[in-house]
C-alpha cells in the first residue's frame, strides 16, 4: 500500500496511485478553534498534524506554517513579499546599502527602507481579532507604493538584494513530514516579477489603476525583480524540493486573463523549463475564479493546481475541471469550504455534491481531493471525516467513471449562455464622443466633450443619462463577458466620477444626485475589499455621494457613522461566511438604536444571496456592482 507521500507524488507527476490521496486543509480551523478552545472532544490538545494523522488524512504542506517558524522575524517583511520561511529553499537577502528601521507599535509593525533612490514605508497588523479568527499571515496595511515614484525606490531596494539557498531547514522540515505528506516549497507566492508586484507592493484595487497608468513604471521594478527570480529559479533547482509553489490566489477577474498571458505565462514556463528536467513539479494556489483562466493555465506548463474551488461556488464545474485540465494538470482540490457547513448546505446536498464528484472525476487519476480554499473555522467536523470515509470506500484507482449518482454536464459556457441579455444602450449620436472617452477612462477629454455639450445647450441630465450611464451600462457587460477587464471598469468609473462631479453645479435641482448618500463597508473579522471598492467606485461614477468606510467595520463602527453622516443607503460586504452574520447584527443594532427606519441596508459579496439578505431583513442584495447601481436607484 502506497503511503501518504507516494500518493501524492504519484498524483502529481500524472501517474494513477492506487487510491485517491485525500489532504484536507485544516490550518485555519485549527488555529481558530484550538485558541477558542472548541476543538472536538477526541481531538483536544492534539496539533493540528496529529489530527490529521489520526483520522488516516494525508498532511497539506502546501502552505508554510506561518505561525511556528525559528525565526521570530520570518514575516517581518511581508509587505516586500520577502519571507523566511523553514519551508522555503530560497531566501531574498538585503544588502547593507538598504537601510532598514523597524517600530513595534503594539499589533503593528511599521517599516521604512531608506536607498540612494530615496525611502518607502510600510505597515502590517497582526491583531488578537485576526489571531481568533484563525488567520496566520500578518495584514498589509500600508502598501509600499503610495506614488508612481515608490516604484522607483522599490526598483532600488531589490537591485541591491540577492537570494541564497535554504537548503537543510527545509531538509529538516521535509524529515519531519515523512511520509505523512508531501512538502511544497516556496520563495515568495508569486508567478513572476508582475504578479510579485500586485501581490505585495500595491492595495489591490490601487493596483489595476497604476497597472493601467503607469505600465512603464511597472514595468521598471519588474526589470528590477527578474533577475532575483532567475537567481531563485537556478536554486530551487538544485534544492531537494519535488514540488515548488508558483503562484497563488489566481483568479480571472484579479489576475485578468491578457494580464495573466502577458506577464504569468512565461515566468510559469520558465519555471517549468528549469525545472522540469530536474524532475520538480510546479504548483499553483488557485483559489478563484478559474473559468476566464482554464486555457491559459492548461498551456502555461502548470504541473498542479491547488486549493480549485468547483461549482457551486464558482463558475466551473469539477466535471468540466477534469474534462479540460487532467490531460496535463493535477488537479487538488475540489471540495467548495460552504460545503461542510451545515448552515448552507443541507446534509442531502453534501453527499450528493460528493457523489457527484467522485462519477465526475473520470478514473480519478491526476486528482488530489481537498477543500478549497481551506477548512472554515465553523465546519462540521463531521463531514470532513465523512470525506475521509468515502476515499476509504471508494476510493480505490482507477475508479469505475459514473459508477455513482449520475451528474449534469452542463459546461460553463452553456451555463453563461443562459444569462440575461445585454440591456439596450442609447444609440443618441449627440452622445457618441461621450460614451467613447468613458470607455476609454480618458477624463480630459470626457470633461472636455461635457464643455461643449453644455455649450451646445444639451441638458446635463442627458449627458449624464444617455452619454455616460449608458457607457458605463455597455463597459459592465462587456466585463461580465470577459471582453473588458478591471483596470478599464474602474479608469472609466473614475473618468465618469469627475465628470459629474464637474456637471453638479450644472443640475437642475431636481436632477442633483447629492441627495443620495450611500454609506458602503466590509463588515467586522473580513479583510476583503476589492470588490467593495469595485461597488464604491461604480457609485461614485453614477454620481452618488460614497462614504466608504473600509474594510473589518465594527457594528457600533456601521451605527455610530450612519447617525452621523445620515445616508440613505448603507451597503454591507462580507466574502467569508464566517463574517455574514456580522451582517445581521447590524440590522439588530440599527433597529436597537432606532435607527433602522432611517436607512435601508443592502448587502453583497461573494457568499452572499438573496434568500441571506431576506432572512437577516436588509432592503435588498445585489449580485455585482451593476446591480448595485440598479438596487441603489430603485430605493433612493
Ligand atoms: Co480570500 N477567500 N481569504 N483572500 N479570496 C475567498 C473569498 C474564498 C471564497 C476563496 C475560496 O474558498 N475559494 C474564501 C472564503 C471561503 C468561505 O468563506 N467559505 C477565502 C478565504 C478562506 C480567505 C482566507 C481565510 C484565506 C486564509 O487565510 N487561508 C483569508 C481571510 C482574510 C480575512 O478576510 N480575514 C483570505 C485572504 C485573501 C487575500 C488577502 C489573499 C485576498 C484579498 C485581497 C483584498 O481584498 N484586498 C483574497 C482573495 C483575492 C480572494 C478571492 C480569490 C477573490 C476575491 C475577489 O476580490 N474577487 C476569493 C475567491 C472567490 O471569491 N471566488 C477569496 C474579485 C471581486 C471583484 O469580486 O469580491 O466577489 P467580489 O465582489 C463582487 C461581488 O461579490 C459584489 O460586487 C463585486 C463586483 O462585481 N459585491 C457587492 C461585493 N461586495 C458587495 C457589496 C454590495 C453589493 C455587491 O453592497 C450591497
Given amino acids: 500500500m502506497m503511503t501518504h507521500r507516494q500518493l501524492l507524488l504519484t498524483a502529481v507527476r500524472g501517474d494513477v496511485p492506487d487510491r485517491i490521496p485525500y489532504a484536507p486543509r485544516i490550518d485555519l480551523w485549527y488555529n481558530a478553534n484550538s485558541l477558542n478552545g472548541t476543538l472536538p472532544q477526541q481531538h483536544q490538545g492534539k496539533t493540528r498534524d496529529q489530527i490529521a494523522l489520526s483520522e488516516g488524512w494525508a498532511l497539506h504542506k502546501v502552505v508554510a506554517d506561518h505561525l511556528h517558524q525559528p525565526n521570530p522575524d520570518a514575516m517581518l517583511h511581508r509587505a516586500l513579499g520577502v519571507h523566511f520561511m523553514k519551508e522555503y529553499v530560497a531566501h531574498f537577502a538585503f544588502s547593507d546599502r538598504v537601510k532598514i528601521e523597524i517600530k513595534r507599535e503594539g499589533d503593528r509593525t511599521r517599516i521604512r527602507y531608506t536607498t540612494s533612490k530615496g525611502s518607502i514605508t510600510t505597515s502590517t497588523v497582526y491583531s488578537q481579532e485576526m489571531r481568533r479568527s484563525g488567520t496566520s499571515i500578518p495584514w498589509i496595511e500600508e502598501h509600499a507604493v503610495k506614488t508612481p515614484d515608490d516604484l522607483k525606490v522599490l526598483a532600488g531596494v531589490f537591485e541591491n538584494m540577492d537570494v541564497v539557498a535554504n537548503y537543510e531547514a527545509f531538509k529538516a522540515h521535509q524529515a519531519k513530514v515523512g511520509e505523512n505528506g508531501l512538502p511544497v516549497t516556496a520563495f515568495t507566492v508569486a508567478a513572476g516579477p508582475v504578479h510579485h508586484i500586485q501581490k505585495y507592493f500595491l492595495d489591490a484595487t490601487e493596483f489595476f489603476h497604476y497597472y493601467?497608468?503607469?505600465?512603464?513604471?511597472?514595468?521598471?521594478l519588474a526589470d528590477a525583480l527578474a533577475p532575483l527570480y532567475e537567481r531563485a529559479l537556478r536554486i530551487v533547482a538544485e534544492s531537494p524540493a519535488e514540488v515548488i509553489q508558483w503562484g497563488s490566489?489566481?483568479?480571472d477577474m484579479l489576475t485578468f486573463a491578457p494580464m495573466f498571458a502577458k506577464h504569468f505565462v512565461p515566468w510559469i514556463r520558465k519555471a517549468k523549463a528549469v525545472l522540469g528536467p530536474k524532475d520538480i513539479r510546479i504548483l499553483c494556489h488557485t483559489d478563484g475564479e478559474n473559468f476566464g483562466l482554464m486555457d491559459l493555465l492548461h498551456e502555461s506548463g502548470m504541473d498542479v493546481a491547488e486549493a480549485v474551488c468547483p461549482a457551486p461556488m464558482t463558475k466551473v464545474s469539477i466535471q468540466e475541471?477534469?474534462?479540460?485540465?487532467?490531460d496535463r494538470i493535477t488537479i487538488f482540490g475540489g471540495v467548495p469550504s460552504n460545503l461542510l457547513l451545515p448552515q448552507l448546505t443541507p446534509d442531502e446536498q453534501f453527499k450528493s455534491f460528493m457523489d457527484a464528484l467522485f462519477s465526475g472525476i473520470g478514473t480519478g487519476a491526476r486528482f488530489i481531493l481537498g477543500i478549497a480554499d481551506t477548512t472554515p473555522p465553523d465546519a462540521d467536523f463531521e463531514r470532513l471525516v465523512r470525506i475521509g470515509d468515502m476515499v476509504r470506500e471508494k476510493?480505490?484507482?482507477p475508479l469505475e467513471a459514473g459508477a455513482f449518482n449520475p451528474v449534469g454536464t452542463a459546461t460553463a459556457a452553456e451555463v453563461l449562455a443562459k444569462r440575461e441579455p445585454a440591456a439596450?444602450?442609447?444609440?443618441?449620436t449627440r452622445f457618441t464622443k461621450i460614451r467613447q472617452a468613458v470607455l476609454d477612462g480618458q477624463e480630459q477629454e470626457l470633461i472636455g466633450q461635457v464643455k461643449e455639450l453644455l455649450q451646445q445647450k444639451v441638458a446635463p441630465k442627458d449627458i449624464i443619462d444617455l452619454g455616460m450611464?449608458?457607457?458605463?451600462?455597455?463597459?459592465n457587460q462587456a466585463f461580465k463577458d470577459g471582453t473588458v477587464f478591471i483596470p478599464e471598469v474602474l479608469a472609466a468609473a473614475r473618468a465618469m466620477n469627475a465628470a459629474v462631479h464637474f456637471l453638479e453645479p450644472h443640475l437642475a435641482e431636481k436632477d442633483k444626485r447629492a441627495g443620495g448618500k450611500i454609506l458602503i463597508g466590509t463588515v467586522k473579522g473580513d479583510l476583503h475589499d476589492i470588490g467593495k471598492n469595485m461597488v464604491a467606485t461604480m457609485l461614485r461614477?453614477?454620481?452618488?455621494?460614497?462614504?466608504?468606510?473600509g474594510i473589518s467595520v465594527a457594528v457600533d463602527a456601521f451605527v455610530r457613522k450612519v447617525a452621523e453622516e445620515r445616508p440613505q443607503v448603507l451597503a454591507l460586504s462580507a466574502l467569508l461566511t464566517t463574517t455574514m452574520p456580522e451582517m445581521r447584527k447590524v440590522i439588530g443594532a440599527l433597529t436597537q438604536v432606532g435607527s433602522r427606519e432611517t436607512v435601508k441596508v443592502i448587502v453583497g459579496g461573494a457568499p452572499v444571496n438573496k434568500n441571506f439578505a431576506n432572512d437577516i431583513g436588509a432592503d435588498g442584495y445585489a449580485k455585482d456592482a451593476a446591480e448595485a447601481i440598479d438596487l441603489v436607484r430603485k430605493l433612493i
Wanted: charged fraction near 25%; charge should be negative.
Fill in 424 to 428: 439596450p444602450v442609447s444609440q443618441d
Fill in 249 to 251: 490566489n489566481f483568479d
Fill in 212 to 220: 493601467r497608468d503607469h505600465q512603464t513604471e511597472i514595468l521598471y
Fill in 321 to 326: 475541471y477534469y474534462r479540460r485540465w487532467s
Fill in 469 to 475: 450611464v449608458a457607457a458605463m451600462e455597455t463597459l
Fill in 541 to 549: 461614477g453614477v454620481g452618488f455621494n460614497v462614504v466608504d468606510l
Fill in 395 to 397: 476510493g480505490r484507482l
